[in-house]
């Protein structure tokens, strides 16, 4: 019976792979690519037999995840044979007996080259140590800076994880959905693979707020009908006067994404009621001319805004500048006759391409070698070259090295020009100084001051769209610490940095020298052990940090050195001021209290959410950056000290922490039983009149029972701004409270502060 169950189970597997094998290659044959049937076959057929017998979490069978990778990259991103081949044999060399070389002999060096690039960087980006994970990065960078199709397949192998993400247990899900918002999203976006971003920003935050996620759906869905009315309105007279002008054209309704609707409703304190851009109208048309297509926008928009006004300061020309990314478009923002700002996005169908596919769909195959990509791709080559840059000068801190990159990776862009007039693309709110570095290193580091305009303005004067700067220089300009404070390019600030820890070298030395020659003076011998003994009696975590201070004369060396190294300090209570302080009683109580934390054994299933009661929560440390308190979606993060640390799920450090220790991540679940309280605020806004504190005391205090621990209010000109700061019992209580006070007359603004 068993055998025949067996049976069974491999026929309905055979059927499952032969039916998405069959859908890959017909997705394949209907592409733009020459066709190369056979080698993708070659490929598959390969991938399946070392890939036999296994299955995934999800109980398919292993190939299915290289089949759906290959699909992705072959329908969604329109790569062609070679990428197809990669992605399909992408885990081969990791999950089986086969090596680099085998792939070679069988199906070329190119392949083989794309493949060993991904095995390189699989297992998420990150291992066990920060270092060990930067380092996997920069090998993603650098293979990716020799063929872009490495990265390119990566992503579709993210997206698919991403995809299929529910077989996986909780810790897991946060640390890839994190990984995915830190790193892939925005380079997905810097690659113009607009979609694709979005999808995976999406499945994101669905993983790690699935609550928010489908709070969010619903009302979506609820207000579908409302909005495709709204925008039936608002397109009849376009499509009226695209019509007389004789265009071929396609009008769709762009809806915000979940994510970027929850962005916007965290960073602006708004509800989802109160988000008017969640509709966008986009015009997709052919032009006569392909030449024309530009002047084609243009001519559109001119059309239209006679039908509508259009919003002076929101006009956003991507036509004759594109984005970093490849981005081409033209947006306007209209006034629709309902009383609301619409935003409208010309573009060709070439552009449209271009914004769904990204780079990939600006790749011409030259006389039929293909996927050989020309070189016009200037901006992407600009992006690889900086990053090229920034490995050639490795960062001592992994994830200072992850934050360099991921400046590179977001930003929105202005337009500068040289004083010869030439035209520079540099990241938002970036200074004189990181149009320095942009241009050469030695300009930026002599660097005195800049000419904005011909206006004189000092480094760190941030540049706007448009402006024209020179650089003036002195030879005796040296580089100052101060700088990394209000550079923004990850160009400047590696440059920097590099050019710092250069000249602290210097100093450390001497520093190193002074040591050794006074514990040689005082007959000690010189080692490492005395040198530390040293930097922990003056406060100093690093050896190279005390170094430094003795070299920058910041620390003078004297008899109290010599009774530390001799154990004469023993015996005091503390050094200097600290012993006319009496905090010993203090002391005690957090030393008791740190015993009671829970210690983290070694053989610890972190698969298991913890939950946290009355009773342990005592146990754990509460993360200071982002004042969890029960009901918020929350993370455990066990720290070097094998302690718990909790942390909100959308908390910027825990953001590094799922990227960088994904395998410290524990699932936290809430148990409390409203008896304990924490701290939270909320914020007010509205119009002043008499009596209305009081009735907003009166719904907490007396409606609530919830005690009120701190009251701000600052009123101007009849309009009145505060916080309130409760002891509730959990986040629960906290919505209770503000949806209560929404029925207060002339309160216009009501919002936690998360």
Known sequence: MAEEELRLQEEADDKLINEAFEKLLSDYINSRHRKKVDLITKAFNFARQAHKGVR???????????????????????????????????????????????????????????VDGLTKISGGIFG????????????????????????????????????????????????????????????????????IKSELENLSFKFEHPTEYANIETKLESTHASRHELFDQFTAPIKEAMDKMGIQYEIKERVKSPYSIWNKMQNKHVTFEEIYDILAVRI??????????????????????????????????????PKANGYQALHVTLMSKQGRWIEVQIRSDRMDEVAEQGFAAHWKYKDGVEEEYTEDENELNDWLRTIKEILDDPQPDAMDFLDTIKLNLFASEIFVFTPKGEIRTLPADCTALDFAF???????????????????????????????????????????????????????????????????????????????????????EPSLALADRLAEFHDYSKRNEFYQALGEKIVILGDKDLDELSGKNKNTESTGWRKFVPFVGKKKKEESHKQDLFIVPEKFNRKKPIYISEENINQFKFASCCHPIPGDDALGYINNKNQIEIHKRNCPVAAKLKTSFGNRIIDIKWDMHKILYFDATIRLGGIDRVGLLNEITQIISSQMNVNIHKVTITCEDGIFD?????????????????????????LKEISEIL
């Not at 397949?153 to 899900?173: E, F, G, V, W, Y």
């Not at 050019?499 to 020298?513: A, H, S």
Request: charged letters at 25%; glycine letters at 4%; aromatic letters at 6%.
């Open 284 to 321: 997709i048309f052919t032009p006569k001319v392909r030449e024309e297509e530009i002047n084609e926008c243009f001519k559109i928009y001119v059309a239209i805004s006679q039908i509508y006004k259009s919003h002076p300061d929101r006009l956003r020309d991507w036509l004759s500048q």
């Open 438 to 524: 942009s241009i050469h290193t030695f300009l930026g580091s002599h660097c005195i001051g800049a000419k904005v305009n011909h206006k004189l303005v000092p480094l760190s004067h941030k540049l706007k769209s448009g402006d024209q700067v020179e650089i003036l220089t002195s030879k005796s300009q040296h580089v100052s610490p101060a700088w990394i404070n209000f550079v923004s390019t990850a160009k400047a600030k590696a440059k920097i940095q590099a050019i710092l820890r250069r000249d602290n070298r210097e100093v450390q030395r001497r520093g190193e020298e002074i040591l050794n020659a006074f514990l040689e003076k005082n007959h000690h």
């Open 722 to 746: 505060g916080s309130i700061e409760l002891r509730v019992h959990d986040r629960e209580d906290v919505k209770s409270i503000v949806n209560n006070l929404k029925t207060v007359a002339d």
């Open 56 to 114: 995934r979490l999800s109980g398919e069978p292993y190939i299915m995840h290289p089949i759906a990778v290959a699909q992705i990259a072959c329908s969604e991103i329109g790569l062609g044979s070679t990428s197809i081949c990669s992605a399909l044999l992408h885990d081969v060399v990791e999950d089986t007996d086969y090596t680099v070389e085998d792939i070679e002999n069988i199906f070329g060096a190119k392949i083989a080259q794309i």
């Open 128 to 195: 066990e140590q920060a270092s060990a994970q930067a380092e996997n990065f920069k090998k993603l960078l650098l293979t990716m800076s020799d063929d872009i199709r490495v990265i390119l397949i990566k992503i579709c192998d993210r997206l698919h994880n991403m995809r299929t993400l529910d077989s996986q247990p909780a810790n897991k899900q946060y640390k890839i959905a994190g990984e995915t918002l830190y790193i892939y999203a925005p380079l997905a976006n810097r690659l113009g693979l607009n979609k």
